[in-house]
């Protein structure tokens, strides 16, 4: 009954890892988001798929690699995690591209990632 | 782009007493403007929204009014409960017509019985 489900909730890992983290949604959505949220609460947008297209990258390192199989769902794959990438991750979905930035994003739980 | 600059926290209140969180923007036109909320654990969830000048949004007993003449769209609440504490957050489109947010940095809001 979720309608942004995010897995796992929690990731712990090594330095130099690499780790995916996968994200659901039930709305019949268009589009989805991932998002970071750092230490301090400041949430900022990484990338934004439009029917399994990619629409929004932002200054991402290309270590950071999004993965749309079908519209419902939004992966992010991490290759060689680094220290400053613990934070926490979130997925949000918001219905089309059409509304003028009038849409609600609807976001995910989160996922805590730790780069030990 | 657009831009929005909200007051920063944390905010620390006794039960029942009234709320303001300022938040102005600048923009191109006259942007949808949204207030999130973020509870401890969880991810953000819409609070309240506008989608044009002097509209007003509501909910829960929070509200705000978008208001041109001063770019702000400041959140209030008359009497808060404990269950408010959370995280705010005000944002709107990084540009006209763009789905793409920009949010402001959070104001974290405590209130204690």
């Known amino acids: 009954d979720t309608a942004v489900s995010q897995t796992p909730k929690y990731l712990v890992t090594q330095m130099g890892n690499d780790k995916s983290i996968k994200c659901e949604q039930n709305?019949?959505?268009?589009?989805m988001y991932w998002y970071k949220q750092d230490s301090k609460k400041f949430l900022k947008i990484m990338f934004s798929?439009?029917?399994?297209?990619?629409?929004i990258n932002e200054t991402v390192p290309n270590r950071f690699s999004p993965k749309s199989p079908d519209k419902a769902h939004l992966n992010l794959h991490i290759n060689s995690l680094e220290l400053g990438d613990s934070a926490v991750y979130f997925c949000?979905?918001?219905?089309?591209?059409?509304?003028?930035?009038?849409?609600?994003?609807?976001f995910g739980p989160g996922t805590r990632l730790t780069v030990l | 782009g657009n831009s929005v600059t909200q007051m920063e926290g944390p905010v620390t209140l006794s039960e029942e007493a009234f709320l303001t969180i300022n938040c102005t923007y600048t923009?191109?036109?006259?942007?949808?403007l949204f207030w999130y909320v973020q509870y401890p654990g969880e991810g953000l969830q819409l609070l309240l929204k506008?989608?044009?000048?002097?509209d007003k949004g509501s909910n829960k007993g929070f509200e705000a009014t978008y208001r041109k003449e001063t770019t702000s769209f400041h959140l209030e609440k008359g009497s808060v409960q404990v269950s408010d504490s959370a995280v705010y957050f005000c944002?709107?489109?990084?540009?006209?017509?763009?789905?793409?947010?920009?949010f402001g940095k959070g104001t974290k809001l405590t209130v204690n019985p």
């Open positions: 949000a979905s918001s219905q089309d591209l059409a509304s003028g930035g009038r849409n609600t994003q609807y």
């Open positions: 709305l019949g959505h268009d589009t």
């Open positions: 798929y439009n029917n399994k297209e990619l629409i």
């Open positions: 923009a191109t036109g006259y942007p949808s």
């Open positions: 506008a989608t044009k000048a002097d």
């Open positions: 944002a709107l489109p990084t540009q006209g017509g763009s789905e793409k947010l920009v």
